[in-house]
């Protein structure tokens, strides 16, 4: 949680040194925010959090899941319809690493294997969200609530184990493959409008979405490989600060 508390100071340090500035500068009337409505392009980045089945235990065959904390970075695009309503797209992308001693622990547990060494590869989530935004402000201070639908391809982590079988090591592995699916996104921000041209806002997400993978190559008998199919749900919570950039509509 220490990297919400950083991206939350520095937020607030950014509000907090544009207000003096503002004190002499009267904004251009409007119904919007004290400016004209403007579209607008954000970049953010921060962090992610796999939750539910995504950070747990496979259901079936496979080391699927496990995944660990990690970054994520987002661009987006919004057009203005009035001073409430837009539509705006992202295009996102997640790195994520695996738990490398969950995944262990569940191993040892559903073998009787000790497992001695892990290498493994990241979660990583290529995703597309379009959707409507409903927009409230107060002063300069603005909130943005926006439901979006979209695609994703998730690559799988590549993983490698080696064990001891008392007389000499071997080695169990799961292939990286590519999944595709649909999913949903779900978005919060608090930001403040520095003004026409730049805002800055606080963003949490929650995303949830369907992968499906095909032929996956599972080997647990040292080289007596099979393939597996298995669909993982993704569900993650991001965190993050945008940089709001607008352009006159």
Not at 36 to 54: E, H, K, M, Q, V
Not at 121 to 130: D, E, L, M, R
Request: with cysteine; net charge negative.
């Amino acid at each position: 949680m220490k990297y919400i508390g950083v991206i939350l100071l520095c937020f607030i340090g950014f509000t907090a040194n544009s207000q003096t500035y503002y004190k002499y500068i009267k904004p251009e009337a409007s119904s919007y925010n004290g400016f004209r409505n403007y579209d607008f392009a954000s970049f953010s980045s921060g962090i992610t959090l796999p939750i539910g089945p995504f950070s747990g235990e496979p259901k079936g065959l496979g080391f699927q899941g496990f995944a660990d904390n990690g970054w994520f970075a987002k661009a987006g695009m919004g057009f203005q319809i009035n001073e409430r309503f837009s539509f705006s797209g992202m295009v996102s992308y997640s790195n994520m690493p695996v738990n490398q001693q969950k995944l262990i622990s569940y191993v040892e547990e559903i073998t009787p294997e000790k497992i001695i060494s892990a290498n493994t590869s990241n979660w990583q989530i290529t995703a597309f969200y379009f959707g409507p935004t409903v927009a409230y402000s107060e002063g300069l201070y603005f909130f943005l609530f926006s439901g979006k639908l979209g695609v994703n391809g998730v690559s799988s982590p590549n993983i490698e184990m080696i064990y001891s079988d008392f007389s000499s090591e071997r080695q169990m592995s799961q292939n990286s493959s590519i999944g595709y699916g649909f999913g949903y996104d779900l978005e919060i921000q608090m930001g403040y409008r520095f003004n026409e041209i730049f805002g800055l806002s606080l963003v949490y997400n929650y995303t949830q979405s369907m992968a499906k993978f095909e032929n996956v190559v599972y080997d647990y008998n040292n080289g007596i490989n099979q393939k597996i199919d298995f669909e993982e749900t993704i569900q993650v919570s991001n965190f993050s600060l945008n940089f709001i950039f607008y352009f006159d509509n």
